[in-house]
Each structure stands twice: as structure tokens, then as C-alpha cells.
């Protein structure tokens, strides 16, 4: 069978997804970032094409579609924060936060965060979904605790009920975790169900993928960890018992194939099961097709050293200025990874577009804003970039430490930056952004407490001397840049001498339920206005929150705009009828960003700047993203389309 250059196309453009998907969220933009599910969608799309299921027509619409979520790739932020219930019928309640006592109704698309809680009644059904595009649906007499919702790490608790999980691939550092009072379960790209009792008793039923146990309580006989596979049910009688492992039945496997979803009655749930069968037949096909394409592809290498990838476009940002955007992708030496996103403008004006208050200079001349990237791992970068996928994948290959840096640096003098440092964590297997980053006298246990866990940023108006420390973390480094100075939020150089800038402040992300956000309406205008509330100098020592401090709130407006400047909408994307790489020319991401004083209520966002901004150059970091980087990166992979073509 030959393959056409357009199918082609496809096919490595979906290769080129997932490695973005590890790439921008582990890698590029210091977002909680947007899983990528869809991947799948298409190969699907390659499948259909090649056997002849779908027209070039359909072909181009789906394309264009599956194009959405590539913007979201790059652009995170656009996408909610928590969990959203999309769906409920009878009586269900939330609590928002584990320090509220009581429990309201639950509305559709109501948020739930870190720490809120989400009960059935008798008669209740209802279906979230998380950050990382896992759903989950939960059957009558439920109650299930998001505990935590990081950007590497999700674990919820079920206390009792019953529910059913259908979780996304997921990146090789990425965890999502399942607390019973008997066992945690990991999971990766995995559905199962799964029911418990508040003494103990567990069934779960794997449908997919594979679920990793750890009982809570050893049992008397038989190992603490256990692997499920798919089609296998574990059945635990009580805590500190171990499982009964068997094989799925045929009426097992149809009761927890059906469809979940609230208010559907029993004819719907068994017409949707019998497709949903239908679709696991031609899904071992698909899959088999995709395998031999993958052997077809990873046949041709390219064995040109690749050399740094750059990339750059001219266009009008949100406000209607002029505006070059230059982004490269480096390696300043074997183990270290830097990208760059830099936004020049002839001249600077602020249009508002109802988001946050601006107070720098009206006309600003020669504006300089820069995105930067530092990740350094702990061996040795492949020189190939078709190598990469391999090599992030193994799980011998971690990241040691990573920089995540926005900066407006117009004024030669000062530079306004906001910036988050990431350290592995060894026993947690992860990079984390906690106190201890940046407070090296804190023990690892302090560390884990609630307080101390929470996400740090560094943010301030730094002098040039003082911002090439900040922004430099390499392999040759011994460790970051900055520690604690006291409560009060000031920091100082490694080794106890002061810095030298006029105000630069640590803070620490405050608990649950102090965030604001403003989304268009039904997505149709893409841009998203969100902040989130810092306590300066957040924590002592021994991980307990410093309570007598100040505040300021970390605010962004998102926006995805078209190359004169306008806020696309989503039709705009779909309706386009041009290819994808056209439409990705035609498009980028802006975020503003704000650091702002607390006014007032402790909850209310003022007009006024944490730091003295007014009348300067620097009233925000105002960052122009173009996906252009992800088009040359595919373009470096065109030899091997037109010797597939051939």
C-alpha cells in the first residue's frame, strides 16, 4: 500500500504531538500544562484515511479540529484550574475545601480544587474532569476527596461508593493516584472501576491499560504490591487481607464497559455498549496498522547532527503593536536543554481588554520581553532529535533541576521577572517546586508539609548582575541562586552575600479557594483572565506557615491571536479551510502578565502593583508565543516524507 505525502504528513505530525506533549510540559513553559489524549485521534485519522473510511474532505475537517488542541499544547494556562463536574442528575454536594464544614448542591461546570470533596446520594450520579483530561464517574452513595491536583501529581481518595476512571496517557514523570482506605492505586493510560466500603472492602475491574497496588496495611501472606492487568478483577474481602486475583467475565467486563454517564436509561447504556465493543475491534486493527507504520518510519534516520532548532515571525500582538518573535532551542552543553521565547517591539502601548489594570508608560520604544527555559538532566542529550522520544522515555533519564523565566527586560537598569525553580525530589521521583527549593536549611520532611508544598514563586525588579545569577542555572551549577533571608521574603545570593537589587521577593502559593478567573463565554473567544494569591516569604523553616506577612496576587491575561492581532475564536480554527500548518502561521499565544496588591477584602485584586511600576517601562511581562519552533522541528523530519511518498 503507498502512502500519499499527505497521510504521511499526518502520521509524523502525530509523532510530533506526543514528543511535543513531553517536550512544552516538561521541558518548555512553566504552565500546569495540557495532557495530550489525542495523539490517537490521529492515527485515527491516518487509519481511516488509508482504508479508504474517510474522505479528503473529512479528512482536511478533522484535522483542522484536532488543530485546537495543539494550540492548547503550547498554551496551558487557557485551560481551567481543578476539576469540573460536566455532568450530575438526583441529589450530589460539594465541600469546597477540607476546612469547610458544610456541603452545597453541586451546579454544572462547578470547579472543584485541591481539597474539595464531591458526594452522591442515593439517587446521585455525576462525572468530572481533571486538569489532565481524566474522567471520572461517580455512582450513587459516593464520596471522593481531590487531595491533590499538581501539575506532576494527582491522587484522589474514594472513601466509600463507587466509580469508574478512564485516565490519558500519561508523561513518564507524571503521576495520578487512587487512596482507598485499603490500597493506592497508580494508574497510567488506564480505565478501570473501582468500589470500596469505608472498612475496607475493594473490587477493582481493569478494562484497559494496567493498576499498580499498594495495599495501606501489608497483608499476612502474599506481596505488598501487586500489578493488574487488563481484564483481571482484584477483590480485597477486608483491610490487611490480601486480593483474590481473577479473570474479567463476559458479564462483568459488559457492566463495566457501559456507558456511566448520568440520566441515560438502560436502552441507551446497551446501544452504547454494543458500539463501544464494536470500536474495541476496530481499535486492535487501528493499532495494528499504526505499529507497522511506526516500523516503516523509524526505518529511515537522519544522520545529520542536529544542530540548534530556531524559529521567528513578524505580526501584531493583542494591543496592536508591531511585534518579532524569535524563539530557539539550544544546548549549552550535553546535559542541558534552553529555550528561548523572545518578543521585541518597535513601540509598546497597552490596549485593555478587561482584564488587569496596566501602569507602566503609555508609549514604551525598543520593549524587550523574554520566556526562558533551563532544564538540566542527569545524562547525556541524544545529538539526534529522532532519538529524543527514546531517550526521555527511559526510565534511567530524570531531570535534575529546571528554570522557568519571564522577564521584561527594556530598561538596561532593572528587569520586572517573575521566575519558578524546580529541584528532583528523589523520593518522590519528580521534579518539585516547594520552599525547599529555595530554602536549602529545610529538611525534606518539613518540606512535605502542606505549607511548605505549595508552588514558589521569585519575582521582583532585579539589576542586570543580579538577573544573570537568576536566570543561569546549568549543569556546572552547584545549586540555584537565591536563598531564604527570613520571613519577610528577601533572599541573598548562594553562600550569604545580599543582593544588590532594588526589591525581589519569594512567596508561596496560598491554600485553596484564593483564585480568581474570568473565561469567555462557551470558549467561543479564545482568551482566559485568572490570578492566584501568594503569601510573601511563606513559610518557616520547620515547613508551618509565617502568618504575620503580606500579599500579592500573580495575575494573567491569555489570549490566542491571529497575526493581526485580533482574539481568535474557535471558528475561526475550524472553519478556516486551510491546512494545519497555515493555520498555525496565522496564529500564536500572548499571556500579560501581573504582579498585583491585594486590596482591600483579602480576596480582592487591586488596580495597584505589588512593586513600584507606575510610569516605568516594565508595568507587565507581556509574552508572544508562536508554534513556529514545533513547524521546523517537523520540517527537519521531510526527508523522511518524501523518501515515504517515493
Not at 397 to 407: C, E, L, N, Q, T
Not at 441 to 461: E, Q
Not at 470 to 479: D, K, P, Q
Not at 602 to 622: C, E, K, L, R
Amino acid at each position: 500500500m503507498l502512502l500519499s505525502y499527505s497521510y504521511v504528513t499526518i502520521i509524523l505530525l502525530s509523532h510530533f504531538i506526543v514528543a511535543s506533549q513531553i517536550f512544552f510540559k516538561t521541558v518548555i513553559l512553566p504552565f500546569p500544562a495540557f495532557r495530550l489524549p489525542f495523539s490517537a485521534s490521529f492515527c485515527y485519522v491516518t487509519y481511516m484515511s488509508l482504508t479508504g473510511g474517510l474522505s479528503s474532505d473529512k479528512l482536511y475537517i478533522m484535522t483542522k479540529k484536532l488543530l485546537i488542541f495543539t494550540f492548547f499544547l503550547i498554551c496551558p494556562t487557557m485551560l481551567f484550574a481543578g476539576s469540573k463536574i460536566l455532568a450530575f442528575t438526583g441529589k450530589v454536594e460539594v465541600r469546597l475545601s477540607i476546612d469547610d464544614e458544610d456541603w452545597i448542591p453541586v451546579k454544572r461546570n462547578m470547579i472543584i480544587k485541591e481539597g474539595g470533596t464531591i458526594r452522591t446520594g442515593s439517587n446521585g450520579a455525576a462525572v468530572i474532569r481533571m486538569p489532565n483530561k481524566t474522567k471520572i464517574w461517580l455512582r450513587a452513595n459516593s464520596n471522593l476527596e481531590v487531595e491533590e491536583n499538581k501539575s506532576f501529581s494527582s491522587r484522589i481518595s474514594l472513601l466509600f461508593g463507587s466509580i469508574k476512571i478512564r485516565v490519558p496517557h500519561l508523561l513518564k514523570r507524571e503521576k495520578f493516584r487512587v487512596k482507598t482506605p485499603t490500597a493506592i492505586c497508580a494508574i497510567r493510560g488506564t480505565e478501570f472501576t473501582l468500589s470500596t466500603s469505608e472498612e475496607g472492602k475493594m473490587r477493582i475491574a481493569v478494562l484497559y491499560g494496567e493498576v499498580k497496588l499498594s495495599y495501606l496495611i501489608p497483608p499476612n501472606k502474599g506481596k505488598r504490591v501487586i500489578y493488574i492487568p487488563q481484564g483481571h478483577v482484584l477483590s480485597v474481602p477486608e483491610k490487611g487481607k490480601q486480593g483474590k486475583h481473577t479473570l474479567l467475565t463476559k458479564a462483568q467486563e459488559s457492566k463495566a464497559l457501559e456507558n456511566w454517564d448520568p440520566g441515560l436509561n438502560k436502552k441507551d447504556r446497551r446501544k452504547m455498549l454494543r458500539k463501544k465493543k464494536n470500536d474495541r475491534t476496530q481499535m486492535r486493527e487501528f493499532a495494528r496498522v499504526v505499529n507497522a507504520t511506526d516500523k516503516k518510519i523509524s526505518g529511515f534516520t537522519n544522520t545529520v547532527k542536529e544542530s540548534d532548532i530556531e524559529a521567528g515571525r513578524t505580526l501584531k500582538d493583542v494591543h496592536g503593536n508591531l511585534v518579532r518573535v524569535d524563539q530557539r532551542l539550544m544546548r549549552p552543553d550535553g546535559q542541558t536543554l534552553q529555550f528561548f521565547n523572545l518578543v521585541k517591539r518597535p513601540v509598546y502601548t497597552h490596549v485593555n481588554h478587561g482584564g488587569f489594570a496596566y501602569n507602566g508608560n503609555a508609549s514604551i520604544p525598543n520593549r524587550l520581553d523574554l520566556m526562558q527555559m533551563n532544564m538540566v538532566f542527569n545524562k547525556r542529550l541524544p545529538d539526534r532529535m529522532e532519538e529524543w522520544s527514546g531517550f526521555f522515555d527511559n526510565d534511567a533519564v530524570h531531570a535534575d533541576k529546571a528554570a522557568f523565566i519571564s522577564a521584561n527586560k527594556t530598561d538596561s537598569s532593572n528587569i520586572f521577572f517573575m521566575a519558578e525553580y524546580y529541584l528532583r525530589d528523589a523520593v518522590r521521583d519528580e521534579l518539585v517546586n516547594n520552599a525547599r527549593v529555595i530554602m536549602p536549611d529545610m529538611t525534606l520532611i518539613n518540606s512535605y508539609k502542606l505549607a511548605a508544598d505549595r508552588d514558589v514563586l521569585i519575582t521582583g525588579i532585579a539589576n542586570a548582575d543580579d538577573f544573570a545569577l537568576i536566570s543561569n542555572v546549568t549543569g556546572a551549577n552547584a545549586g540555584f541562586n537565591v536563598e531564604s533571608n527570613g520571613n519577610d521574603g528577601t533572599l541573598k545570593k548562594v553562600g550569604g552575600s545580599a543582593l544588590t537589587s532594588p526589591d525581589i521577593k519569594w512567596a508561596i502559593k496560598m491554600p485553596i479557594g484564593e483564585y480568581w478567573e474570568k473565561t469567555s463565554p462557551n470558549d467561543a473567544t479564545l482568551y482566559h483572565f485568572e490570578a492566584d494569591k501568594y503569601r510573601v516569604g511563606g513559610v518557616n523553616l520547620d515547613g508551618t506557615p509565617y502568618e504575620d506577612t503580606d500579599h500579592f496576587w500573580y495575575a494573567r491575561e491569555n489570549y490566542v491571536i491571529n497575526n493581526g492581532g485580533g482574539i481568535t475564536k474557535t471558528d475561526d480554527i475550524t472553519d478556516s479551510g486551510k491546512d494545519p500548518f497555515s493555520v498555525l502561521k496565522e496564529h500564536a499565544y500572548e499571556t500579560v502578565m501581573y504582579i498585583k496588591s491585594v486590596d482591600g477584602s483579602p480576596n480582592t485584586i487591586s488596580d495597584t502593583d505589588y512593586f513600584s511600576v507606575a510610569d516605568t517601562n516594565y508595568g507587565n511581562i507581556d509574552v508572544v508565543i508562536i508554534p513556529d519552533l514545533g513547524v521546523a522541528a517537523i520540517q527537519r523530519m521531510l526527508p523522511i516524507l518524501n523518501t515515504l511518498s517515493e
